[in-house]
């Protein structure tokens, strides 16, 4: 994990033409699709300034600089949100009031969303800058520093657990799973929503200064569908339900005539390849589930 990442602009371009090019193999698209995009590979193969691109070294950053980092600004406009808010509330407003953890809460985004609704609330945050401001947006609320795999809560001591986009930076997710279920109360919920490993291959991935200020991104891991499933039912967690909501790739003008600055990747990149980018990109962009801590259960550790 210490080898740092290369990032070349024709290298990424060229995967975009290549999962495309799948889409048609599958049937998907059509030849013209298909020998669009094989022209199109020429061109950028013959590009002089793609070709002679020296790439970027990219760091392995910080996850609490990279938050920092970002919570002044977090709270929007993020599109992340748009995606999980309405199946969290939508399953918020079927609950009872009871005594509600919001883990990795950042700045408070479901802490303020959940005192609304009357349930005592407490979040949890490994970052101090997002927690300044979850202090200030949700005074009514507890908060305290803390590691999702550590969570400073007693056994049975909650009804409902929310986490939302925090787990894509947890290494170990059965770790965190199991501490969700130990704190949840027997018949308790809990609701996950998680950045879809899909977008994260794609290159969705929170930048940070490395350690010499250079290039960096904040560590991100890619959980999928089946690795949330095994943690929950290995802990006594029962599925009540699963979403993988998308959108459409924003349509835009090209703001580069080239690939532009490393700080702009991929999102500078995709807009040279407009079609490729569409297929390849018709993805979920989240992952969302309601699970539930069984009745009579021990939970395993």
């Known amino acids: 994990m210490s080898r740092p ?5 024709l290298a990424y371009l060229l ?11 599958a049937g998907d698209r059509g030849e013209e699709f298909t020998r669009a995009r094989l022209d199109e590979i020429r061109r950028l193969l013959a590009d002089p300034e793609l070709s002679a691109h020296p790439g970027v070294e990219v760091s392995r950053g910080g996850l ?5 980092r970002w919570a002044p600004r977090y709270d929007g406009p993020n599109r992340l949100f748009d995606l999980d808010e309405p199946f969290v509330y939508g399953v918020l407003d079927t609950l009872p009031v009871g005594r509600a953890l919001d883990a990795g809460c950042g700045t408070g ?13 407490i979040g949890v945050d490994g970052n101090a800058g997002m927690l300044r401001v979850a202090h200030e947006r949700v005074p009514s609320a507890r908060f305290a520093r803390g590691d999702l795999h550590r969570l400073p809560l007693a056994d049975a001591s909650v009804d409902l657990v929310v986490c939302a986009l925090a787990l894509s930076h947890v290494a170990e997710l059965e770790g965190a799973i199991s501490e969700f279920a130990r704190v949840l109360s027997p018949g308790g919920h809990l609701l996950i929503s998680d950045v879809h490993h899909e977008l994260i291959f794609r290159g969705s991935v929170v ?3 490395g350690p010499d200020g250079g290039p960096a991104l904040v560590p991100t891991y890619r959980h999928r569908p089946g690795d949330f499933l095994r943690a ?14 998308k959108e459409a790739v924003p349509r835009s003008d090209p703001l580069e005539t080239g690939p532009g600055p490393w700080e702009n990747w991929p999102w500078s990149l995709m807009d040279l390849v407009p079609a490729a980018r569409d297929a390849a990109w018709d993805i979920p962009l989240v992952i ?13 550790n």
């Open 5 to 9: 990442i290369y990032q070349h602009p």
């Open 15 to 25: 995967g975009l033409e290549g999962l495309a090019l799948l889409h048609g193999w």
């Open 64 to 68: 609490d600089d990279g938050y920092t």
């Open 109 to 121: 985004r479901f802490a303020r969303g959940l005192t609304q609704r009357g349930h005592q609330v």
């Open 207 to 209: 930048q940070a200064p």
């Open 232 to 245: 929950a039912l290995r802990h006594k967690l029962l599925v009540r339900g699963c979403e993988e909501p």
């Open 288 to 300: 969302n589930w309601h699970f539930q801590r069984e009745l009579d259960s021990r939970v395993q």
